[in-house]
């Protein structure tokens, strides 16, 4: 019998990560980014800042409000093909204008989590059909929270909000506006955040830190402390006093630049969803958020059966409640109406029958005065 020999160089497994480099790299990722927040505090800028280029129109100031009559949250998808070294990214940006911009904001992230759980149902669907091919992904990979820069911590709409979130996406905090802050009320703050997430059990997204590589150990380290993070957005080159050109904003005091760890955590920030962990929050959305979604599913329901709907629109919450005041209206008015009807009636019953009992009283005396005068006619005949 032969003996096999095997090259000390190995049979080749170690070459499986560039066969699948290569697959990646001819396929392409499709990645789903949503933001979420008040209006006003940089989102549109934030994600051109971030793919620098324009991915999203800016709304014009006069038009940011025009829908507030509606009272409703809306959900606005951009689609985006980016691609950098002949590799290629189908980009979903997912945006949510009116969230938070009413004076009675009650249920108005009903609209945002039945989004992102009808993405899990559709993908859940399609993945039971008997061709699985071309299937659409639309699973949200990451959500940004944008915070109002207010220096003090974060308001029961934004705990309420993260809540739902955190269960159910990678949730990612960001402090908007980190330049009309200062470093130390930043810092406070920041600070203040970490306290009411830890405290109201609000499940983030933290990347992985452990690495064999010391540097890329370090680096993870950095951007999980620095969450949540602090982030200015600018599309504008602009000139700093010393005569670099930078992406910023232009003040007395000098340029607060974007990219600027001292300034803002942009930097750390955009290698969390795109240098270094773009992997991990795709893996992470289908091994835990998806695979949670499809357990809970698949325990309650049976197999093609169609998801009970119990989220409400709130805009309709709303009309249904003001048609249910117009109805009581409606119905105490006509109550009263009806009220008034009877006790007129019950008035005009008592007059007839005291008008009856009057005229059977005047019978009486009648017949009594022609019993008397029959009673006398009788005595006189007889004499």
Not at 27 to 52: D, H, P, R, Y
Not at 159 to 180: C, F, H, Q, W
Request: hydrophobic share 30%; aromatic share 8%; with cysteine.
């Amino acid at each position: 019998m032969t003996a096999i020999t095997i090259s000390t160089s190995g049979i080749g497994i170690s070459h499986l990560p560039n066969q699948k480099h290569r697959i990646i790299s001819k396929k392409g990722a499709n990645f789903t980014l949503m933001v979420c927040g008040e209006s006003g505090l940089g989102k549109t800028t934030f994600i051109n800042t971030l793919f620098a280029t324009t991915i999203k129109n800016y709304k014009a100031p006069s038009q940011r409000h025009k829908k507030q009559l509606d009272r409703t949250v809306e959900i606005e998808i951009t689609k985006a093909e980016l691609e950098e070294k002949m590799f290629r990214v189908n980009l979903n940006v997912i945006d949510t204008p009116g969230f938070g911009d009413y004076v009675n904001n009650r249920d108005s992230w009903l609209p945002i989590i039945e989004f992102i759980d009808d993405q899990h149902e559709n993908y859940m669907r399609q993945e039971q059909q008997p061709v699985r091919q071309d299937k659409i992904d639309m699973r949200v990979h990451a959500c940004l929270y944008f915070i109002r820069p207010t220096g003090h911590s974060l308001k029961p709409l934004d705990i309420e909000i993260m809540k739902r979130l955190g269960s159910r996406v990678n949730l990612i905090p960001v402090v908007a506006k980190a330049d009309t802050l200062t470093p130390n009320d930043l810092n406070k703050f920041k600070q203040n955040i970490r306290q009411v997430i830890q405290e109201n059990n609000i499940n983030i997204f933290g990347c992985t830190v452990e690495s064999d590589d010391e540097d890329t150990t370090r680096r993870n380290q950095q951007i999980v402390d620095a969450c949540p993070y602090a982030v200015i957005g600018s599309t504008e080159v602009v000139a700093t006093p010393d005569g670099r050109n930078v992406r910023g904003r232009p003040y007395l005091w000098g340029v607060a630049e974007v990219e600027n760890e001292t300034h803002c955590d942009f930097k750390k920030l955009r290698n969390l969803l795109i240098r270094t962990h773009l992997i991990e929050l795709i893996t992470s959305t289908e091994d835990t958020h998806y695979e949670y979604y499809r357990q809970q599913q698949m325990s309650t329901r049976k197999f093609g059966e169609a998801k009970v709907k119990k989220v409400e629109n709130p805009k309709f919450r709303e009309k249904e409640e003001d048609l249910r005041k117009t109805f009581t209206e409606k119905v105490r008015n006509e109550e009263t109406r009806f009220r008034q009807w009877e006790q007129q009636l019950i008035n005009e019953r008592d007059r007839l029958n005291k008008d009856l009992e009057n005229q059977h009283a005047h019978i009486k005396s009648l017949e009594g005065e022609l019993d008397q005068m029959y009673q006398g006619g009788r005595g006189t005949i007889r004499r």
